[in-house]
Protein backbone atom coordinates (compact mmCIF):
# COMPACT_ATOMS: atom_id res chain seq x y z
CA UNK A 1 0.00 0.00 0.00
CA UNK A 2 1.49 3.44 -1.22
CA UNK A 3 1.86 5.87 1.79
CA UNK A 4 2.52 9.62 1.83
CA UNK A 5 6.11 10.72 3.77
CA UNK A 6 6.77 13.77 5.45
CA UNK A 7 7.36 15.65 2.49
CA UNK A 8 4.50 15.15 0.37
CA UNK A 9 5.63 12.27 -1.46
CA UNK A 10 4.87 8.86 -2.76
CA UNK A 11 6.34 6.13 -0.64
CA UNK A 12 5.85 2.64 -2.41
CA UNK A 13 4.82 0.72 -5.84
CA UNK A 14 5.34 4.41 -8.25
CA UNK A 15 4.88 2.58 -11.49
CA UNK A 16 1.24 1.53 -10.15
CA UNK A 17 0.53 5.03 -10.86
CA UNK A 18 1.87 5.06 -14.77
CA UNK A 19 -0.95 4.26 -17.65
CA UNK A 20 -0.77 0.31 -18.59
CA UNK A 21 -0.55 2.07 -22.23
CA UNK A 22 1.04 4.45 -24.33
CA UNK A 23 -1.57 6.71 -26.14
CA UNK A 24 0.80 7.38 -28.92
CA UNK A 25 2.41 4.10 -29.40
CA UNK A 26 3.11 3.40 -33.44
CA UNK A 27 1.00 0.40 -33.96
CA UNK A 28 -1.93 2.31 -32.31
CA UNK A 29 -4.14 4.29 -35.44
CA UNK A 30 -4.42 7.95 -35.75
CA UNK A 31 -8.60 8.61 -36.17
CA UNK A 32 -9.26 10.04 -39.20
CA UNK A 33 -11.26 9.45 -41.84
CA UNK A 34 -10.03 10.11 -45.52
CA UNK A 35 -13.69 9.31 -47.32
CA UNK A 36 -15.00 12.04 -45.18
CA UNK A 37 -12.33 14.83 -46.06
CA UNK A 38 -12.29 13.90 -49.86
CA UNK A 39 -16.28 14.54 -49.38
CA UNK A 40 -16.25 17.38 -48.35
CA UNK A 41 -13.77 18.81 -50.97
CA UNK A 42 -15.77 17.00 -53.41
CA UNK A 43 -18.68 19.06 -52.37
CA UNK A 44 -17.31 22.73 -52.48
CA UNK A 45 -16.41 21.70 -56.12
CA UNK A 46 -19.96 21.03 -56.80
CA UNK A 47 -21.14 23.50 -55.02
CA UNK A 48 -19.69 26.57 -54.21
CA UNK A 49 -22.12 27.56 -51.30
CA UNK A 50 -20.74 24.60 -49.09
CA UNK A 51 -17.65 26.75 -48.77
CA UNK A 52 -19.17 30.04 -47.34
CA UNK A 53 -21.02 27.32 -44.89
CA UNK A 54 -18.40 25.33 -43.76
CA UNK A 55 -15.27 27.78 -43.30
CA UNK A 56 -16.34 28.78 -40.08
CA UNK A 57 -15.79 26.27 -38.18
CA UNK A 58 -13.57 24.01 -40.89
CA UNK A 59 -10.19 24.54 -40.16
CA UNK A 60 -7.37 23.50 -42.70
CA UNK A 61 -5.38 21.83 -39.92
CA UNK A 62 -8.39 19.51 -39.30
CA UNK A 63 -7.15 17.50 -42.38
CA UNK A 64 -5.78 14.61 -41.48
CA UNK A 65 -4.17 14.29 -45.15
CA UNK A 66 -1.59 16.99 -46.06
CA UNK A 67 -3.03 17.12 -49.70
CA UNK A 68 -6.28 17.74 -48.27
CA UNK A 69 -5.62 20.06 -46.50
CA UNK A 70 -3.42 21.93 -48.96
CA UNK A 71 -6.33 21.32 -51.76
CA UNK A 72 -8.66 22.86 -48.75
CA UNK A 73 -5.99 25.93 -48.73
CA UNK A 74 -6.33 26.52 -52.05
CA UNK A 75 -10.19 26.29 -52.12
CA UNK A 76 -10.16 29.02 -49.41
CA UNK A 77 -7.70 31.31 -51.05
CA UNK A 78 -10.32 31.11 -54.83
CA UNK A 79 -13.16 31.59 -52.61
CA UNK A 80 -11.91 34.94 -51.02
CA UNK A 81 -11.03 36.19 -54.07
CA UNK A 82 -14.42 35.48 -55.54
CA UNK A 83 -13.37 33.15 -58.43
CA UNK A 84 -15.56 30.22 -58.73
CA UNK A 85 -14.10 26.65 -57.28
CA UNK A 86 -13.88 23.72 -59.79
CA UNK A 87 -11.66 21.39 -61.00
CA UNK A 88 -9.78 23.57 -63.19
CA UNK A 89 -9.17 26.54 -60.91
CA UNK A 90 -8.46 24.19 -58.52
CA UNK A 91 -5.29 22.52 -60.15
CA UNK A 92 -4.19 26.15 -61.45
CA UNK A 93 -3.87 27.33 -57.70
CA UNK A 94 -2.29 24.31 -56.71
CA UNK A 95 0.10 24.86 -59.40
CA UNK A 96 1.05 28.53 -58.32
CA UNK A 97 1.27 27.76 -54.68
CA UNK A 98 4.24 25.00 -55.78
CA UNK A 99 1.16 22.48 -54.55
CA UNK A 100 0.48 20.30 -57.60
CA UNK A 101 2.61 17.34 -57.65
CA UNK A 102 2.19 16.54 -53.80
CA UNK A 103 -1.48 16.89 -54.12
CA UNK A 104 -0.71 13.60 -56.51
CA UNK A 105 -1.07 15.78 -59.21
CA UNK A 106 -4.20 15.19 -61.76
CA UNK A 107 -4.82 11.66 -60.17
CA UNK A 108 -4.99 13.14 -56.78
CA UNK A 109 -7.42 15.56 -58.09
CA UNK A 110 -9.37 13.59 -60.08
CA UNK A 111 -10.03 11.29 -56.78
CA UNK A 112 -11.08 13.96 -54.78
CA UNK A 113 -13.60 15.42 -57.52
CA UNK A 114 -15.40 12.13 -57.90
CA UNK A 115 -15.94 11.21 -53.99
CA UNK A 116 -19.59 12.65 -54.38
CA UNK A 117 -21.76 12.18 -55.99
CA UNK A 118 -24.07 15.25 -54.56
CA UNK A 119 -23.22 18.58 -51.72
CA UNK A 120 -26.20 17.37 -49.41
CA UNK A 121 -23.87 15.79 -47.07
CA UNK A 122 -20.98 17.96 -46.57
CA UNK A 123 -22.02 19.46 -43.40
CA UNK A 124 -22.37 15.58 -41.83
CA UNK A 125 -18.83 15.14 -43.66
CA UNK A 126 -17.07 17.88 -41.51
CA UNK A 127 -18.46 17.22 -38.43
CA UNK A 128 -16.96 13.60 -39.11
CA UNK A 129 -13.95 15.51 -39.88
CA UNK A 130 -13.82 17.89 -37.13
CA UNK A 131 -15.07 15.40 -34.65
CA UNK A 132 -11.67 13.01 -36.02
CA UNK A 133 -9.36 16.52 -35.52
CA UNK A 134 -10.73 16.88 -31.77
CA UNK A 135 -10.14 13.38 -31.24
CA UNK A 136 -6.21 13.72 -32.24
CA UNK A 137 -5.87 16.28 -30.49
CA UNK A 138 -7.43 15.43 -27.27
CA UNK A 139 -5.14 12.20 -27.49
CA UNK A 140 -1.83 14.48 -27.91
CA UNK A 141 -3.01 16.93 -25.05
CA UNK A 142 -3.04 14.30 -23.03
CA UNK A 143 -0.15 12.83 -24.02
CA UNK A 144 1.94 15.90 -23.30
CA UNK A 145 0.06 16.36 -20.18
CA UNK A 146 0.83 12.94 -18.69
CA UNK A 147 4.85 13.33 -19.74
CA UNK A 148 4.57 17.08 -17.54
CA UNK A 149 2.70 15.48 -14.84
CA UNK A 150 5.19 13.08 -14.37
CA UNK A 151 8.27 15.67 -14.11
CA UNK A 152 8.54 16.86 -10.20
CA UNK A 153 9.63 20.74 -11.52
CA UNK A 154 6.55 20.97 -13.18
CA UNK A 155 4.10 23.22 -10.96
CA UNK A 156 0.18 21.76 -10.55
CA UNK A 157 -2.06 24.89 -10.97
CA UNK A 158 -0.78 25.68 -15.07
CA UNK A 159 -1.40 22.19 -15.67
CA UNK A 160 -4.69 22.33 -14.52
CA UNK A 161 -4.92 25.24 -16.13
CA UNK A 162 -4.36 24.43 -18.93
CA UNK A 163 -6.25 21.13 -19.19
CA UNK A 164 -9.48 23.02 -18.50
CA UNK A 165 -8.35 25.73 -21.79
CA UNK A 166 -7.31 22.73 -24.15
CA UNK A 167 -10.91 20.55 -22.57
CA UNK A 168 -12.73 23.78 -23.71
CA UNK A 169 -11.41 24.55 -26.85
CA UNK A 170 -12.02 20.80 -27.80
CA UNK A 171 -15.67 20.85 -26.78
CA UNK A 172 -16.10 24.12 -28.76
CA UNK A 173 -14.55 22.01 -31.61
CA UNK A 174 -10.85 24.05 -31.94
CA UNK A 175 -8.01 22.23 -31.43
CA UNK A 176 -5.92 22.64 -28.33
CA UNK A 177 -2.72 22.34 -30.11
CA UNK A 178 -0.30 24.96 -31.29
CA UNK A 179 -2.91 26.69 -33.71
CA UNK A 180 -1.53 29.98 -34.52
CA UNK A 181 -0.25 28.84 -38.07
CA UNK A 182 -3.88 28.59 -38.82
CA UNK A 183 -4.92 31.60 -37.03
CA UNK A 184 -2.62 33.85 -39.14
CA UNK A 185 -3.36 32.11 -42.31
CA UNK A 186 -7.38 32.46 -41.76
CA UNK A 187 -6.86 35.83 -40.69
CA UNK A 188 -4.74 36.90 -43.32
CA UNK A 189 -7.29 35.55 -45.98
CA UNK A 190 -10.24 37.30 -44.26
CA UNK A 191 -8.07 40.47 -45.34
CA UNK A 192 -7.37 40.02 -48.84
CA UNK A 193 -7.90 43.35 -50.15
CA UNK A 194 -11.26 44.01 -51.97
CA UNK A 195 -10.61 45.29 -55.92
CA UNK A 196 -10.31 49.05 -55.43
CA UNK A 197 -13.60 51.14 -55.66
CA UNK A 198 -15.01 52.88 -58.48
CA UNK A 199 -13.71 56.47 -57.70
CA UNK A 200 -10.29 55.03 -57.75
CA UNK A 201 -10.67 54.56 -61.40
CA UNK A 202 -10.98 58.09 -62.25
CA UNK A 203 -10.02 60.11 -65.37
CA UNK A 204 -7.24 58.88 -67.76
CA UNK A 205 -5.27 56.67 -65.10
CA UNK A 206 -8.38 54.48 -65.12
CA UNK A 207 -9.65 55.14 -68.64
CA UNK A 208 -5.68 53.45 -69.74
CA UNK A 209 -5.64 50.53 -66.88
CA UNK A 210 -8.89 49.56 -68.27
CA UNK A 211 -8.33 49.86 -71.49
CA UNK A 212 -5.37 47.46 -71.53
CA UNK A 213 -7.07 44.87 -68.94
CA UNK A 214 -8.72 42.62 -71.64
CA UNK A 215 -4.99 42.18 -72.73
CA UNK A 216 -3.18 41.29 -69.93
CA UNK A 217 -3.53 38.54 -67.09
CA UNK A 218 -1.82 40.89 -64.68
CA UNK A 219 -3.91 42.89 -61.51
CA UNK A 220 -5.21 46.35 -62.65
CA UNK A 221 -4.92 47.41 -59.12
CA UNK A 222 -1.02 46.74 -59.42
CA UNK A 223 -1.27 48.55 -62.94
CA UNK A 224 -2.73 51.78 -61.37
CA UNK A 225 -0.60 52.25 -59.21
CA UNK A 226 2.70 51.66 -60.95
CA UNK A 227 1.00 54.11 -63.66
CA UNK A 228 0.76 56.55 -60.78
CA UNK A 229 4.12 55.95 -59.81
CA UNK A 230 5.36 56.60 -63.55
CA UNK A 231 3.73 59.78 -64.13
CA UNK A 232 4.24 61.13 -60.80
CA UNK A 233 7.68 60.98 -61.88
CA UNK A 234 7.36 61.97 -65.50
CA UNK A 235 5.56 65.15 -64.88
CA UNK A 236 8.79 66.08 -62.58
CA UNK A 237 9.52 68.17 -59.48
CA UNK A 238 7.31 71.16 -60.23
CA UNK A 239 3.82 70.31 -59.37
CA UNK A 240 3.71 70.40 -55.53
CA UNK A 241 1.60 70.77 -52.59
CA UNK A 242 2.37 72.56 -48.71
CA UNK A 243 1.95 71.89 -45.76
CA UNK A 244 2.54 74.34 -43.57
CA UNK A 245 6.67 75.38 -44.46
CA UNK A 246 6.84 71.44 -45.74
CA UNK A 247 6.80 71.30 -49.34
CA UNK A 248 5.49 67.66 -50.94
CA UNK A 249 5.98 66.50 -54.40
CA UNK A 250 4.61 64.26 -56.09
CA UNK A 251 7.04 61.19 -56.44
CA UNK A 252 6.00 58.46 -54.67
CA UNK A 253 7.62 54.75 -53.29
CA UNK A 254 5.54 51.34 -54.03
CA UNK A 255 5.74 48.03 -53.80
CA UNK A 256 3.76 45.19 -55.72
CA UNK A 257 3.67 42.38 -53.70
CA UNK A 258 2.76 38.46 -54.91
CA UNK A 259 2.49 35.26 -53.75
CA UNK A 260 4.84 33.44 -56.29
CA UNK A 261 6.33 34.76 -59.49
CA UNK A 262 3.49 33.39 -61.44
CA UNK A 263 1.62 36.26 -60.12
CA UNK A 264 2.19 38.82 -63.19
CA UNK A 265 4.31 41.30 -60.89
CA UNK A 266 6.68 42.18 -63.98
CA UNK A 267 4.00 41.93 -66.46
CA UNK A 268 1.58 44.64 -64.28
CA UNK A 269 4.81 46.99 -65.04
CA UNK A 270 5.77 46.00 -68.67
CA UNK A 271 2.04 48.48 -69.74
CA UNK A 272 3.83 51.00 -67.99
CA UNK A 273 6.80 50.95 -69.35
CA UNK A 274 5.63 50.76 -72.75
CA UNK A 275 3.79 53.56 -71.98
CA UNK A 276 6.82 55.31 -71.20
CA UNK A 277 8.62 54.45 -74.31
CA UNK A 278 5.86 56.08 -76.52
CA UNK A 279 5.55 58.82 -74.01
CA UNK A 280 9.35 59.88 -74.65
CA UNK A 281 12.15 57.05 -75.45
CA UNK A 282 14.78 59.61 -73.69
CA UNK A 283 13.03 59.66 -70.49
CA UNK A 284 12.24 55.83 -70.73
CA UNK A 285 15.74 54.72 -71.65
CA UNK A 286 17.41 57.25 -69.62
CA UNK A 287 15.76 57.32 -66.48
CA UNK A 288 14.42 54.51 -65.72
CA UNK A 289 16.64 52.42 -63.67
CA UNK A 290 17.54 49.08 -61.36
CA UNK A 291 20.04 47.27 -59.91
CA UNK A 292 21.34 50.63 -57.14
CA UNK A 293 23.22 48.96 -54.46
CA UNK A 294 24.22 51.65 -52.17
CA UNK A 295 23.84 55.20 -50.62
CA UNK A 296 26.15 56.71 -53.15
CA UNK A 297 24.98 55.28 -55.79
CA UNK A 298 21.60 56.38 -55.79
CA UNK A 299 23.02 60.05 -54.98
CA UNK A 300 25.23 59.72 -58.22
CA UNK A 301 21.94 58.84 -61.01
CA UNK A 302 20.58 62.38 -59.58
CA UNK A 303 23.60 64.32 -59.22
CA UNK A 304 24.45 67.88 -59.48
CA UNK A 305 27.96 69.27 -60.81
CA UNK A 306 30.90 69.24 -59.13
CA UNK A 307 33.36 71.57 -58.72
CA UNK A 308 36.49 70.30 -57.36
CA UNK A 309 39.64 72.64 -57.51
CA UNK A 310 38.19 74.54 -60.48
CA UNK A 311 37.58 71.25 -62.67
CA UNK A 312 34.03 70.65 -63.21
CA UNK A 313 32.32 67.28 -63.22
CA UNK A 314 29.22 67.44 -65.07
CA UNK A 315 26.36 65.94 -62.84
CA UNK A 316 22.97 64.71 -64.48
CA UNK A 317 20.70 67.12 -65.64
CA UNK A 318 17.40 65.55 -65.87
CA UNK A 319 16.43 64.67 -61.63
CA UNK A 320 13.39 62.63 -62.60
CA UNK A 321 14.57 58.94 -61.91
CA UNK A 322 12.42 56.20 -61.72
CA UNK A 323 13.95 52.96 -59.99
CA UNK A 324 11.98 50.16 -60.98
CA UNK A 325 13.34 46.87 -58.40
CA UNK A 326 12.01 43.52 -59.78
CA UNK A 327 14.54 42.06 -57.19
CA UNK A 328 13.25 43.97 -54.49
CA UNK A 329 14.10 41.27 -51.54
CA UNK A 330 18.14 41.97 -53.17
CA UNK A 331 17.59 45.92 -52.31
CA UNK A 332 16.27 45.17 -48.27
CA UNK A 333 19.21 42.60 -47.80
CA UNK A 334 21.46 45.21 -49.10
CA UNK A 335 20.21 47.81 -46.60
CA UNK A 336 20.48 45.04 -43.67
CA UNK A 337 24.57 45.05 -43.82
CA UNK A 338 26.17 47.17 -41.60
CA UNK A 339 27.39 50.41 -42.90
CA UNK A 340 24.87 50.74 -45.99
CA UNK A 341 23.31 53.79 -46.29
CA UNK A 342 21.02 52.91 -49.19
CA UNK A 343 18.03 53.07 -46.66
CA UNK A 344 18.64 56.19 -44.91
CA UNK A 345 19.12 58.06 -48.69
CA UNK A 346 15.76 56.18 -50.15
CA UNK A 347 14.07 58.17 -46.92
CA UNK A 348 15.44 61.54 -47.77
CA UNK A 349 14.80 60.61 -51.33
CA UNK A 350 10.99 59.94 -50.69
CA UNK A 351 11.06 63.59 -48.83
CA UNK A 352 12.72 65.30 -51.85
CA UNK A 353 15.06 67.20 -49.80
CA UNK A 354 19.16 67.66 -50.29
CA UNK A 355 21.09 64.47 -50.91
CA UNK A 356 24.72 64.03 -50.18
CA UNK A 357 27.44 61.41 -49.81
CA UNK A 358 29.95 61.87 -47.30
CA UNK A 359 32.07 59.77 -49.01
CA UNK A 360 35.87 61.68 -48.97
CA UNK A 361 37.05 60.01 -51.83
CA UNK A 362 34.48 61.09 -54.00
CA UNK A 363 31.55 63.88 -52.82
CA UNK A 364 28.60 64.04 -54.46
CA UNK A 365 25.17 65.37 -53.70
CA UNK A 366 21.86 66.45 -55.37
CA UNK A 367 20.06 69.54 -53.99
CA UNK A 368 16.77 68.92 -55.97
CA UNK A 369 16.12 64.93 -56.69
CA UNK A 370 13.00 63.48 -57.85
CA UNK A 371 12.96 59.71 -57.22
CA UNK A 372 10.28 57.48 -57.26
CA UNK A 373 10.73 53.85 -56.55
CA UNK A 374 8.52 50.96 -57.88
CA UNK A 375 9.59 47.10 -56.31
CA UNK A 376 8.17 43.62 -56.68
CA UNK A 377 8.51 41.01 -54.45
CA UNK A 378 6.96 38.03 -52.71
CA UNK A 379 5.26 37.31 -49.52
CA UNK A 380 7.61 34.73 -48.44
CA UNK A 381 10.35 36.84 -49.36
CA UNK A 382 8.95 40.21 -47.76
CA UNK A 383 8.35 37.36 -44.58
CA UNK A 384 11.72 37.08 -43.87
CA UNK A 385 13.52 40.33 -44.81
CA UNK A 386 10.87 43.55 -43.77
CA UNK A 387 11.13 43.75 -39.87
CA UNK A 388 9.59 46.56 -37.26
CA UNK A 389 13.11 48.13 -37.28
CA UNK A 390 12.30 49.42 -40.91
CA UNK A 391 8.56 50.21 -40.34
CA UNK A 392 9.40 52.30 -37.50
CA UNK A 393 12.34 53.83 -38.99
CA UNK A 394 10.42 55.59 -42.21
CA UNK A 395 11.24 53.05 -44.70
CA UNK A 396 8.19 51.24 -44.90
CA UNK A 397 5.96 53.50 -44.20
CA UNK A 398 7.00 55.40 -47.14
CA UNK A 399 6.04 53.24 -49.59
CA UNK A 400 2.67 52.00 -50.88
CA UNK A 401 1.90 48.23 -50.51
CA UNK A 402 0.05 46.40 -52.98
CA UNK A 403 -1.66 43.24 -53.29
CA UNK A 404 -1.49 41.77 -56.43
CA UNK A 405 -2.96 38.11 -58.25
CA UNK A 406 -3.04 37.08 -61.90
CA UNK A 407 -7.02 38.28 -62.64
CA UNK A 408 -7.46 36.16 -65.78
CA UNK A 409 -5.79 33.48 -67.72
CA UNK A 410 -4.69 33.81 -71.45
CA UNK A 411 -3.20 30.78 -72.73
CA UNK A 412 -2.48 32.28 -76.33
CA UNK A 413 -1.51 35.82 -75.39
CA UNK A 414 -3.13 39.05 -76.73
CA UNK A 415 -1.01 41.52 -77.57
CA UNK A 416 -1.88 44.87 -76.69
CA UNK A 417 -2.24 47.31 -80.06
CA UNK A 418 0.41 49.77 -80.26
CA UNK A 419 -2.40 52.73 -81.25
CA UNK A 420 -3.91 51.83 -77.75
CA UNK A 421 -0.37 53.09 -76.38
CA UNK A 422 0.08 55.77 -78.84
CA UNK A 423 -3.38 57.54 -78.09
CA UNK A 424 -2.86 57.34 -74.11
CA UNK A 425 0.79 58.82 -74.51
CA UNK A 426 -0.29 61.40 -76.46
CA UNK A 427 -3.08 62.34 -73.76
CA UNK A 428 -0.38 61.83 -70.68
CA UNK A 429 2.16 64.09 -73.09
CA UNK A 430 -0.42 66.89 -72.53
CA UNK A 431 -0.22 66.54 -68.57
CA UNK A 432 3.26 66.82 -68.92
CA UNK A 433 3.57 69.82 -70.96
CA UNK A 434 1.02 71.55 -68.66
CA UNK A 435 2.83 71.01 -65.58
CA UNK A 436 5.99 72.67 -67.56
CA UNK A 437 4.62 75.44 -68.89
CA UNK A 438 1.19 76.13 -67.97
CA UNK A 439 0.56 75.41 -64.24
CA UNK A 440 0.65 79.04 -62.75
CA UNK A 441 3.30 80.03 -60.56
CA UNK A 442 5.63 78.10 -58.68
CA UNK A 443 3.69 74.93 -59.37
CA UNK A 444 1.56 74.50 -56.54
CA UNK A 445 -1.21 73.00 -56.36
CA UNK A 446 -4.21 73.37 -54.11
CA UNK A 447 -7.32 71.88 -52.83
CA UNK A 448 -11.02 73.36 -53.84
CA UNK A 449 -13.00 75.02 -51.51
CA UNK A 450 -15.66 72.25 -52.11
CA UNK A 451 -12.69 69.46 -51.59
CA UNK A 452 -11.91 71.15 -48.04
CA UNK A 453 -15.17 69.05 -46.40
CA UNK A 454 -14.61 65.87 -47.81
CA UNK A 455 -10.41 66.36 -46.80
CA UNK A 456 -11.82 67.38 -42.88
CA UNK A 457 -14.19 63.82 -43.32
CA UNK A 458 -11.17 61.69 -44.44
CA UNK A 459 -8.26 63.39 -42.45
CA UNK A 460 -9.90 61.74 -39.30
CA UNK A 461 -9.68 58.61 -40.04
CA UNK A 462 -6.25 58.19 -41.97
CA UNK A 463 -5.22 59.93 -39.02
CA UNK A 464 -5.62 56.83 -36.87
CA UNK A 465 -3.02 54.63 -36.57
CA UNK A 466 -4.14 50.94 -35.81
CA UNK A 467 -1.51 49.10 -33.25
CA UNK A 468 2.08 47.89 -34.10
CA UNK A 469 3.73 46.90 -37.20
CA UNK A 470 0.61 47.68 -39.69
CA UNK A 471 -0.11 51.32 -37.67
CA UNK A 472 3.90 51.74 -38.02
CA UNK A 473 3.46 50.80 -41.80
CA UNK A 474 0.73 52.96 -42.85
CA UNK A 475 1.79 56.17 -41.09
CA UNK A 476 2.15 58.27 -43.49
CA UNK A 477 -1.66 58.07 -44.68
CA UNK A 478 -2.37 61.79 -45.13
CA UNK A 479 0.90 62.65 -47.44
CA UNK A 480 0.33 59.32 -49.17
CA UNK A 481 -3.70 60.50 -50.03
CA UNK A 482 -2.43 63.70 -51.19
CA UNK A 483 0.38 62.84 -53.29
CA UNK A 484 -2.28 60.50 -54.91
CA UNK A 485 -4.66 63.23 -55.00
CA UNK A 486 -2.32 65.49 -56.79
CA UNK A 487 -1.11 63.34 -59.21
CA UNK A 488 -4.99 62.60 -60.74
CA UNK A 489 -5.38 66.30 -60.31
CA UNK A 490 -2.40 66.42 -62.47
CA UNK A 491 -3.89 64.14 -64.90
CA UNK A 492 -6.25 66.30 -65.79
CA UNK A 493 -4.60 69.55 -65.73
CA UNK A 494 -6.10 71.19 -63.16
CA UNK A 495 -4.38 73.25 -60.41
CA UNK A 496 -7.31 72.47 -57.87
CA UNK A 497 -7.12 69.34 -56.13
CA UNK A 498 -11.44 68.67 -56.42
CA UNK A 499 -13.38 66.25 -54.77
CA UNK A 500 -12.89 63.65 -57.19
CA UNK A 501 -9.41 63.98 -57.23
CA UNK A 502 -9.34 63.45 -53.78
CA UNK A 503 -12.39 60.40 -53.91
CA UNK A 504 -10.01 58.14 -56.19
CA UNK A 505 -6.86 58.81 -53.93
CA UNK A 506 -8.77 58.04 -50.86
CA UNK A 507 -9.87 54.54 -52.78
CA UNK A 508 -6.14 53.81 -53.99
CA UNK A 509 -4.82 54.15 -50.48
CA UNK A 510 -7.93 52.04 -49.03
CA UNK A 511 -6.36 49.07 -51.63
CA UNK A 512 -3.22 49.71 -50.48
CA UNK A 513 -4.14 50.13 -46.53
CA UNK A 514 -5.99 46.51 -46.99
CA UNK A 515 -2.98 45.17 -49.01
CA UNK A 516 -0.61 46.37 -45.75
CA UNK A 517 -3.30 44.50 -43.36
CA UNK A 518 -3.02 41.32 -45.72
CA UNK A 519 0.54 41.76 -45.77
CA UNK A 520 1.79 42.66 -41.93
CA UNK A 521 -1.50 41.58 -40.41
CA UNK A 522 -1.75 42.86 -36.67
CA UNK A 523 1.86 41.35 -35.64
CA UNK A 524 3.46 43.47 -33.43
CA UNK A 525 6.76 42.92 -35.76
CA UNK A 526 8.63 41.92 -31.94
CA UNK A 527 7.83 38.31 -31.01
CA UNK A 528 7.91 38.76 -27.29
CA UNK A 529 5.34 41.55 -27.62
CA UNK A 530 3.17 38.75 -29.65
CA UNK A 531 3.98 36.22 -27.11
CA UNK A 532 2.60 38.36 -24.59
CA UNK A 533 -0.71 39.34 -26.24
CA UNK A 534 -1.38 35.78 -26.77
CA UNK A 535 -0.92 34.53 -23.14
CA UNK A 536 -3.10 37.61 -22.26
CA UNK A 537 -5.71 36.07 -24.61
CA UNK A 538 -6.11 33.01 -23.15
CA UNK A 539 -5.79 34.33 -19.56
CA UNK A 540 -9.09 36.50 -20.53
CA UNK A 541 -10.63 38.48 -18.06
CA UNK A 542 -8.94 37.66 -14.99
CA UNK A 543 -5.37 38.47 -16.76
CA UNK A 544 -1.99 38.05 -15.77
CA UNK A 545 0.29 39.06 -12.96
CA UNK A 546 3.86 40.75 -13.38
CA UNK A 547 5.16 37.87 -11.71
CA UNK A 548 3.21 35.62 -13.69
CA UNK A 549 4.22 37.20 -17.07
CA UNK A 550 7.99 36.57 -16.37
CA UNK A 551 7.20 33.30 -14.66
CA UNK A 552 4.73 31.47 -16.97
CA UNK A 553 4.97 33.02 -20.36
CA UNK A 554 8.91 33.99 -20.62
CA UNK A 555 10.24 30.97 -18.11
CA UNK A 556 11.81 34.01 -15.80
CA UNK A 557 14.01 35.11 -19.19
CA UNK A 558 13.18 38.56 -19.27
CA UNK A 559 14.65 41.25 -17.10
CA UNK A 560 11.78 43.25 -14.71
CA UNK A 561 13.08 46.64 -16.78
CA UNK A 562 12.78 44.58 -19.94
CA UNK A 563 9.19 43.93 -18.97
CA UNK A 564 7.89 47.46 -17.87
CA UNK A 565 9.52 48.58 -21.39
CA UNK A 566 7.67 46.21 -23.23
CA UNK A 567 4.23 46.66 -21.43
CA UNK A 568 4.34 50.47 -21.84
CA UNK A 569 4.82 50.28 -25.04
CA UNK A 570 1.93 48.02 -25.28
CA UNK A 571 -0.17 50.11 -22.94
CA UNK A 572 0.13 53.48 -25.25
CA UNK A 573 -0.33 51.35 -28.34
CA UNK A 574 -3.59 50.98 -26.71
CA UNK A 575 -3.50 46.63 -26.70
CA UNK A 576 -3.34 46.03 -22.74
CA UNK A 577 -4.68 47.86 -19.56
CA UNK A 578 -3.77 47.24 -15.85
CA UNK A 579 -6.82 46.88 -13.79
CA UNK A 580 -6.82 45.92 -9.83
CA UNK A 581 -7.82 42.79 -8.67
CA UNK A 582 -9.37 42.57 -5.07
CA UNK A 583 -7.71 41.26 -2.38
CA UNK A 584 -7.98 37.56 -1.92
CA UNK A 585 -10.14 36.27 1.15
CA UNK A 586 -8.33 35.91 4.54
CA UNK A 587 -6.05 38.58 3.03
CA UNK A 588 -6.38 41.07 5.63
CA UNK A 589 -3.59 44.12 5.17
CA UNK A 590 -2.48 42.64 1.82
CA UNK A 591 -2.56 44.94 -0.56
CA UNK A 592 -4.25 43.97 -4.08
CA UNK A 593 -1.79 42.98 -7.10
CA UNK A 594 -2.24 45.04 -10.32
CA UNK A 595 -3.22 42.75 -13.07
CA UNK A 596 -2.18 43.51 -17.20
CA UNK A 597 -5.20 42.22 -19.55
CA UNK A 598 -6.01 43.01 -23.14
CA UNK A 599 -7.93 45.98 -23.60
CA UNK A 600 -10.14 44.24 -26.00
CA UNK A 601 -11.09 41.27 -24.75
CA UNK A 602 -11.81 37.94 -27.84
CA UNK A 603 -15.36 37.25 -28.24
CA UNK A 604 -16.35 33.70 -26.61
CA UNK A 605 -18.76 31.66 -28.50
Not at 99 to 126: E, T
Not at 149 to 156: E, K, M, N
Not at 218 to 240: K, S
Amino acid sequence: MSTLNGNGRVNGHHNRLKPDFDPMAPDRPVPHNLDAERCILSAMLIDNDVIAELRGDLAPKHFFRAAHEKMYRAILMLHARGEKVDGVTLAQELEHMGWFDGCGGDDGLADVANAAPHALHARAHADIVIGMAQKRALIEFHAQNLRQAWDPTVRIEPLLERSREALSQIDKGLKPIETGEDDAFLARLEYWPKPIDEPGWYGLAGEFVRAIDPFTEADPAAILVQLLTAMGNFCGRRPHWRVEASRHHLNLFMCVVGRTSKARKGTSFNHVGKLLTALDVEYAEGRLLSGISSGEGLIVEVADDINSGGAITPGIADKRLLWVEEEFANLLIIMAREGNTLGGVIRVAWDGKPMASRSKNRPVRSMKPHVSVIGHITFTELDGLMNNVQAANGFGNRFLWVCAERTKLLPEGKETPDELFDYFAKEFRHAREWADFELPGDGCLERSRDAAPLWRQIYHELSYSPPGMLGAITSRAEPQVMRIASIYALLDRDRYIRPAHLEAAYAVWRYCFDSARYIFGQAMGDPKSEKLLKALAAAGESGMTRTEIIRDVYQNHIPAPELDALLAKLIKGNLVILVEAAPQAGGKGKRSKVRVRLKDLPQTA
